[in-house]
């Protein structure tokens, strides 16, 4: 065994797929792009996810306590990091980067039609944001694209380092 420098654990416990995730606050739609989110429940559905203080997000789910995440299948990966790298404070991300906003039901947040899935959420529990920026959230609406037929997700390792979904492969289970 090699020593592994704790500040490259991160890629090794990589929580899930890279997201969108999109806020609205005093009419203004913003998008970032997030890969530091967790199943917390089934039923009802609830997220866990981090957003820094300093992204200009943080200030508009927390205040609006509510958003959507957006599932951006591979397609996407040269926009999913530019929108990354840009504070939406004073642009329109949805322009920029043609993207399309489409109304939810549930919560002010826009859906973004080129995503394969759209969830609505509303923050539930807030208890852990001041001490590590994490927000608990309940989808409370959930939307699919059924004309993206199996669309392969996007997995960040680090320093700019992504991996593709692959070859998916099932084994017997006994969860229902």
């Given amino acids: 065994m090699k020593e592994l420098p704790l ?17 609205c606050r005093k009419g203004h739609a913003n998008l970032m792009t997030m890969s530091w989110h967790m199943m917390v429940e089934f039923e009802p559905p609830l997220i866990a996810c981090v957003v820094s203080a300093a992204n200009y997000s943080f200030a508009a789910l927390r205040t609006t306590k509510e958003c959507v995440i957006a599932l951006p299948a591979r397609q996407l990966a040269s926009k999913i990091v530019k929108i990354g790298n840009l504070s939406g404070e004073n642009i329109d991300k949805f322009e920029k980067f043609l993207l399309t906003p489409v109304p939810a039901t549930c919560v002010s947040a826009p859906l973004v039609k080129e995503c394969f899935v759209n969830l609505e959420c509303k923050v539930s529990d807030t208890r852990l944001v001041n001490k590590y920026n994490l ?42």
């Fill in 7 to 23: 500040s490259t654990v991160y890629q090794f416990i990589e929580p899930g797929p890279v997201v969108l995730l999109t806020t």
């Fill in 135 to 176: 927000f608990i959230l309940e989808v409370v609406k959930a939307w699919t694209d059924p004309r993206q037929k199996r669309p392969k997700t996007l997995h960040h390792h680090g320093y700019g380092k992504f991996v593709v979904d692959g070859e998916a492969i099932r084994l017997r289970s006994q969860m229902r």
